[in-house]
């Protein structure tokens, strides 16, 4: 199955204030955007998607994410990451209704194109399937089968929140880089150690606060 991937991006002067242990006010912009890129980028390079609409307001980062290959969706609704999520499903299904939608967090920056396909592979089976977070309580990625509504619910405890939605929890090994999303300094010293990509490599050898 071929997928059309969602990910929604809230304006970069926004982003990522739980980083704030590791990055100064003036550093999680850049930072925020290095993620994206990193992730748009790594999508991209999936044999299993055929192509990723970015959904975001912030001009910059959509400049730079299409520059990437991406498609951008401005966030109509302004309502919320939810909210901007079946906007974009909506947009895709509208052109690209025989294949599935997955909406992916664009704070994946050690993302690597491999792990993403076995977990699309994987999610092919079944209507509705979610991928928790590397702190088992979120999700990283939600998708829907063609002809099947998205229904996201991400936000504090979407695991359960999806599970109890319907949809099938994918409970794979070795995909630690579709789990690991950048919420906190410890998650980005993690997803460090898996490896990011070149973005937010070059961002953090650049800026990041490390410990002595």
Known sequence: MQWT???????????????????????????????????????????????????????????????????????????????ALAHGAAVVRTSRRAEGVAALNADLPALRSRELTRVLDAAAAFPRAFLADAAALGTTLLAAAPGRDLRPCFGPDSRARHRASGAVELRLDAVDSVRQDVDTGDDLRAALALGVGPHTAAVAARSLMTEQ
Do not use: H, I
């Not at 982003?15 to 999508?43: E, M």
């Open 5 to 83: 991937l969602v990910v929604p991006l809230k304006p970069l002067a926004l982003a990522k204030s739980r980083l704030s242990d590791a990055a100064d006010d003036g550093l999680r912009p850049g930072l925020a955007l290095a993620f994206a890129q990193d992730t748009v980028a790594a999508a991209l390079e999936c044999p299993a998607v055929r192509g990723v609409v970015v959904v975001t307001n912030d001009a910059l980062a959509g400049r730079e994410l299409a520059a990437l290959g991406a498609a951008v969706a401005p966030d109509e609704p302004r309502g919320g990451l939810n909210a």
